[in-house]
Each structure stands twice: as C-alpha cells, then as structure tokens.
C-alpha cells in the first residue's frame, strides 16, 4: 500500500483565492511526521510546514495551514490567498517513527497553476 | 536558515564514465545526510542514508557498487555514479539532517545528471 497518497496531479486556482492540496496517509506507526514540499520549476525542495502525529492543533504558517485529521489519516495542506509564485510541484511527505526516525516517503506530488 | 548546498547543479557526462556529486551543509553539522533520486514528473525517491564515518544505508533496489556514498564529515557527503548509463540520467537530491532529535531535512538545490 502507499505510505502518501496525493490524488491531485494538478490543480489550478484563481490569484488571491484559497485552494486545498489532498493528502492520506498509511501508518500503523502511533507517531509520525507529516511534511509539506514546494518545489518550483528550479528543482530546490522548499519546506513549508510540518505536523506531528500528536500535535493536538492544526500547524500554520503564514498563509499555509495543515488540516490534519488524524482518524481519516489526512494531511490536506491550505494556501490562502495565493499568488503567482505559488505555482510549483508540492509534495506531502511522512516520516514514520520517532523524530530521529530515517524512514521518509514522498507523495507523487500535485502540480499547482496560479491563474492571474 | 539552514542551507544545503550541491555540487555541480548539472553535468553531462559519456556512457561509462563516473560522476561525483558533492553535498554540504553550510552552515551547520549534519548527523546524516540523505540521497534522493526524481525522474520527470515524478515524486522523490529514497537511495540511500548516510551518517559521518559510517556505511551509508542503501533502500532495496539501490545498487551500493554503482551508486557511492561517502559522508566523510560532518558537513560533507558525497554520491558518486560509477560507469554511468543513459539510464542513471534523473536528478538527483540531497539532504541533511542537523541532528536525531529535530524532525527537519533541509534539502540541496539537486544536481541534473544527463549521460550521453
């Protein structure tokens, strides 16, 4: 079974409106970690923000946010009012085990197009 | 913030040569270091681990004699591709962990390898 399941190859949004980005999950592991990449067209991974399987709230970060839902094993990542520059590749990723834990595993990623 | 650099960001190389690609953390010391391979469109896939002066850990399906990894300080790791093949063409990502007890990577700019 898939350890991240991105079932979005691509998205498009209107500038300045919000857009969800879906991501699952599959862990028997009680703790975890769960990631989100953006990568632009350069190729750099860009860490946009993380939540840990027991963090009782929602991790933010400036206009991203992470609707984590811990019994449906989702990790769906919210851009509000997003721009241009948002336009890139992102990947949900997973670390399973504890923090120290080496075993990390992407999604297939969802491309995202900013419409002016 | 942390800052992973890689070396070259691209290079194009003859069937049957080698390559070497340098990763470093800039700005602070990285208990392990971390290789991805990523084919067009495609998410980022694990080869190998590696932790200062130990063996790297190859994922299943990695061949250890082809792809070479060594972590020879704290700030340094390098992958080597030894006679490469049109097949081994893909980018290739680093990156690094500060220490066991942060749940952060910081990953590299990636290096595009082409073997004619």
């Known amino acids: 079974a898939q350890k991240i399941t991105q079932t979005q190859p691509g998205m498009f949004v209107q500038e300045k409106e919000a857009v969800t980005l879906d991501c699952t999950y599959d862990?028997?592991?009680?703790?975890?970690?769960l990631f989100w990449y953006k990568q632009p067209s350069s190729g750099e991974m860009i860490f946009l923000i993380y939540?840990?399987?027991?963090?009782?709230q929602n991790a933010t970060e400036g206009r991203y946010s992470l609707n984590f839902q811990k019994a449906r094993k989702s990790a769906n990542l919210v851009i509000s009012a997003s721009q241009l520059g948002d336009s890139a590749m992102y990947f949900c990723?997973?670390?399973?085990?504890?923090?120290?834990?080496?075993?990390?595993?992407f999604g297939t990623g969802t491309s995202l197009t900013v419409i002016p | 913030g942390a800052v992973v650099s890689q070396h070259p960001s691209w290079v194009i190389c003859k069937s049957g040569t080698s390559v070497k690609i340098e990763c470093r953390s800039l700005?602070?010391?990285?208990?392990?270091m971390f290789w991805y391979r990523q084919f067009p469109k495609q998410s980022l896939m694990l080869m190998a681990t590696?932790?200062?002066?130990?063996?790297?850990?190859?994922e299943q399906g990695v061949e250890k004699d082809k792809f070479l990894i060594n972590h020879a300080s704290l700030t340094l790791s390098t992958l080597t591709v030894t006679s490469a093949h049109p097949e081994d063409s893909s980018f290739y990502i680093c990156?690094?962990?500060?220490?066991?007890?942060?749940?952060?990577?910081?990953f590299g700019p990636g290096t595009r390898l082409t073997v004619t």
């Open positions: 990156s690094a962990r500060e220490s066991d007890i942060t749940y952060e990577q910081y």
């Open positions: 862990t028997s592991d009680p703790s975890y970690g």
């Open positions: 939540q840990g399987s027991y963090d009782q």
């Open positions: 990723a997973m670390r399973e085990g504890s923090v120290g834990g080496n075993q990390f595993y």
């Open positions: 700005d602070f010391q990285a208990t392990t």
């Open positions: 590696s932790n200062e002066g130990s063996k790297a850990t190859y």
